[in-house]
Each structure stands twice: as structure tokens, then as C-alpha cells.
């Protein structure tokens, strides 16, 4: 388990509209490393936390093009840049 196999889960999601919609509806930091590990990646929740938590703050450029667009979603993961925690 490790910060590269989060990182690349997480690569694997932004660029993934199905398994990011996976991701979202699993709910928990929890249920996400299961559905990680079901895919094949070999993280734990501390892993996607601790992923999440490095890239806290950082916009990708989807999230940059929202914001400068003035659109508005009500996402909350911090797991991979996709909020886990529905709202």
C-alpha cells in the first residue's frame, strides 16, 4: 500500500467518468479503497486520506475551468479530488 498506487487510483478516476461516478456514490474514504482494491490497486483508506490531504488545496484544471466559468457542483471528496462525502 502506498502514496504512488493512490496517486495512480486516482489518475485512474480523474480521467474515468464511470468509475468516478463509483467513487462518489461509495460514500465513505472506506468504501472507495474497497472499490480501489476490488479494481485491482492495492491502497487502504489511510492511503487515499493521506493522498488527499497532499493534494488539499491544489485545483486540477477541470476544478480551475468551474470556478472560472462560475459553475457550481457540490462535491465533497477528499480522497482523490473527487469529494467521497456526499452532500
Not at 493521506?50 to 471528496?77: F, I, P, Q
Request: charge should be negative; hydrophobic fraction near 45%; aromatic fraction near 2%.
Amino acid at each position: 500500500m502506498s502514496q504512488e498506487e493512490a496517486a495512480r487510483f486516482a489518475d485512474a478516476v480523474n480521467s474515468d467518468a464511470g468509475l468516478k461516478e463509483e467513487v462518489r456514490a461509495a460514500g465513505t474514504v472506506e468504501a472507495a479503497a474497497s472499490l480501489a482494491q476490488s479494481k485491482g490497486y492495492d491502497v487502504s483508506a489511510e492511503d487515499l486520506k493521506a493522498h488527499g490531504e497532499a493534494k488539499k488545496g491544489e485545483l486540477s484544471d477541470d476544478d480551475l475551468a468551474k470556478v472560472a466559468g462560475g459553475s457550481s457542483t457540490a462535491e465533497t471528496v477528499v480522497v482523490i479530488g473527487v469529494t467521497v462525502v456526499a452532500t
